[in-house]
């Protein structure tokens, strides 16, 4: 990575006397279109005492339908020496040439001007490494090239430029960034942006353009993107100490709100639409916890929320107060070597298990269990098969065919991966998934329904409950009221593996939702070490009872047999859980879950779908090298956006559904 926390980058000087703009603004902005009233701000130099500056600011421009537009404001002076003003709330579209001048209490009367600025929907995109996955690093960019060059997406503008490089960059259209490349060398502005960031841009476009067709009530506004996100960030550091203390097991290491400061606080007087939020990969050693207890994540997530809505709305009348918000649910390949990434994804919804919910309303959700990396093996990269001109590996045919016998693969086994490799370099290896298109889509769909009421769903299936009906199947109810007139369906998987994504609990005693390693106790000193060789270890449930000191033993542990080779003990929990095979129900909304093969007499007592499960390997070890692990092969989903059902664990008992509150499932 670049450096995580660089240095927020000055304003851009003043003219001696004069005044400037902030760096969050250039030519070619997007500013909150109406209702909300958007502000401009920046500094002013050498003046005289504040109390005696007077800055005014020009608007200047032609509405989209024909009208000009000329107005001043006389902007506040703030305590920092710089100045402050807020626009009249502007329908969206538009060209506009925004002045400000010094008209009183400065050495001269040097005038700051950014032109061809229009008003539309602002984006804030923020969070750790996979949104700040830069569009080189997905597969699908070159298909967004080929658009912009064909004249698509001309509503979207970005800060162009890499978040980890600063905090700021001047403002693009999307033909701007990519102007400055081509295909063979991709240098473009927009390939070092957020895939994730860009393509839900690309997509809400797509589908808003539709939906006006059909009504011309919908309109597709501007689009403005903003990306600040930090690889190896942690959710504590994007909130004031302050807000931390609202929540229990939370990081507090020294570095905490250093993101706060450097990358949220230069945006808050900046009226925006919504957020989009693609975080957690280095909070899963963390605390996952609950919000009905005010533990860990799945309090900081609604809290981070609640602080940043509350910020950016201070003013009235500008960022809503209650802004939709937008967050990605973790793939499986973003733990970090954690554990528990159905606990996780669970946290990542306050322990509701979807969104909106009632702590936090108006977000949506885009899943990702089934998006990691279909290419994300790295078995290639270690037997050095990857040409030379790849400069992440180093190339070694002898080492690569030794590898390939011993592994029983044909020496060309690595071809098509080498292949794929060399069209889009992977970044770290599978933690990054190249796939961020899908990402974007799912996102953009919930948006469109949330945000711009252009119909369609908000999030697949959702469960509401479930029965035992016979001893051949587990009937699974969804919750009807999030369909937006679709319905469940199930795809093709394969059965043979049992990648159905859905499994039943045969052993009542081993529902566990957070699984941790310790040492047993020494029968000679009745103690139970922080350490012990990998053959000794054993898994214990840690729900409700584990605290920062346990997950930091089982830390130790788990990463002590990965850096050595060891094999963790067998995992009980793991072992209790049965893949059966799923189908859709009688009635509408439901599936059932296929018993029938269970010894008779087996007791069901859980069921789960999506979590911790992959639909795509079957053990095939070409997989990866010569086969991709498909995307989005989890079978349930709901049709016709074909969103992917929500992630679920449930007890069973008394012949029906039931969850962890606040989650609710006894429908």
């Known amino acids: 990575y670049p450096p995580r926390y660089p ?23 997007v500013l909150q279109q109406a209702p909300a009233k958007s502000a401009v701000y920046g500094m002013v130099a050498n003046g005289t005492a504040p109390s005696s500056q007077t800055i005014v600011v020009s608007v200047d421009g032609t509405s989209d339908q024909g009208e000009a537009v000329r107005y001043d404001v006389t902007a506040t002076i703030t305590p920092d020496g710089g100045w402050l003003a807020y626009l009249t709330p502007t329908a969206a579209g538009g060209d506009f040439t925004i002045t400000a001048k010094c008209t009183a209490g400065c050495i001269n009367t040097t005038v700051a001007t950014i032109d061809h600025v229009t008003f539309g929907d602002v984006y804030y995109c ?15 960019r070159n298909f967004t090239v080929a658009n912009i060059s064909a004249g698509k997406y ?11 490089g600063a905090t700021t960059y001047p403002w693009k259209t999307a033909a701007q960034a990519i102007a400055d490349g081509n295909v063979t060398v991709p240098d473009y502005s927009l390939f070092k942006f957020s895939g994730a960031c860009w393509y839900f ?30 690889g190896g960030s942690m959710i504590e550091e994007w909130m004031p100490n302050s807000t931390l203390s609202q929540c229990k097991n939370l990081s507090m290491a020294a570095h905490d709100e250093t993101l706060y400061d450097s990358k949220v606080r230069p945006y808050l007087k900046m009226s925006i639409k919504a957020w989009l939020w693609y975080q957690g990969e280095n909070n899963m050693h963390g605390v996952k916890g609950n919000v009905l207890d005010g533990t860990g994540y799945a309090c900081a997530m609604p809290t981070l929320i609640e602080q940043w809505r509350s910020v950016w709305s201070a003013e009235p009348g500008t960022t809503d107060p209650n802004a939709p918000f937008g967050l990605v649910a973790l793939p499986g390949s973003g733990s970090e070597g954690g554990l528990n990434m159905g606990l996780m994804n669970l946290a990542q919804t306050a322990s509701y298990g979807v969104v909106p919910n009632a702590r936090m309303p108006n977000c949506f959700m885009a899943e990702a269990y089934d998006l990691n990396d279909p290419w994300g093996d790295q078995s290639c990269y270690k037997m050095q098969c990857c040409p030379p001109s790849n400069r992440y590996q ?12 011993r592994s029983g693969l044909p020496s060309n086994v690595c071809d098509r991966y080498c292949a794929i490799l060399e069209g889009t370099q992977v970044y770290m290896g599978g933690i990054h998934p190249r796939d961020k298109y899908p990402v974007g889509h799912r996102l953009a769909v919930a948006a469109a329904s949330m945000v711009y009421a252009a ?30 007139g679709g319905s469940v369906v199930v795809g093709e ?27 047993p106790i020494n029968a000679t000193t009745g103690l139970r070490p922080a350490w012990c060789p990998g053959r000794y270890e054993e898994w214990y449930c840690g729900d409700h009872t584990a605290g920062a000191a346990e997950r930091a033993v089982h830390r130790l542990l788990w990463e002590s047999i990965d850096r050595l080779g060891g094999v963790p003990p067998r995992n009980p929990f793991a072992a209790a859980w049965l893949s059966v095979p799923v189908a859709v129900g009688a009635a509408a909304g439901e599936i059932v879950f296929d018993i029938s093969s269970l010894k008779n007499g087996t007791t069901v007592h859980g069921v789960r779908y999506g979590w911790e499960t992959q639909c795509c390997n079957d053990g095939n070890r070409a997989i990866g090298k010569s086969i991709p692990c ?27 559904c039931s969850c962890v509150a606040p989650q609710v499932c006894d429908a």
């Open 7 to 29: 240095p927020p980058p000055p304003p851009p000087p003043a003219p001696p006397g004069g005044v400037s703009f902030n760096s969050t603004f250039s030519s070619y902005a």
């Open 126 to 140: 923020a969070g750790q490494s996979n949104m700040w996955l830069p569009m080189l690093h997905t597969f699908s």
């Open 154 to 164: 001309s509503n979207i503008r970005l800060m162009a430029g890499d978040s980890q």
């Open 201 to 230: 841009a690309e997509v809400l476009t797509q589908r808003l353009t539709e939906a006006a067709a059909q009504d011309p009530s919908i309109t597709v506004p501007p689009i403005g993107l903003i990306s600040t996100a930090i």
């Open 394 to 405: 180093k190339y070694n045919a002898t080492a690569c065919a030794e590898a390939s016998v």
């Open 455 to 484: 119909g369609g769903p908000v999030t697949g299936p959702v469960l509401s409950g479930c029965s035992v009906s016979t001893a051949a199947q587990v009937t699974v109810k969804f919750n009807t009221s999030f369909f937006a």
């Open 493 to 519: 998987y394969n059965a043979t593996a049992g990648l159905s994504g859905a499994a039943v609990l045969i052993n009542a005693s081993m529902y566990c939702m957070e699984k941790l390693l310790r040492c």
């Open 630 to 656: 498909a995307i989005e092969a989890c079978p349930v989903k709901l049709s016709p956006a074909m969103l992917p059902a929500v992630p679920f664990m449930a007890r069973i008992v008394g012949g029906k």
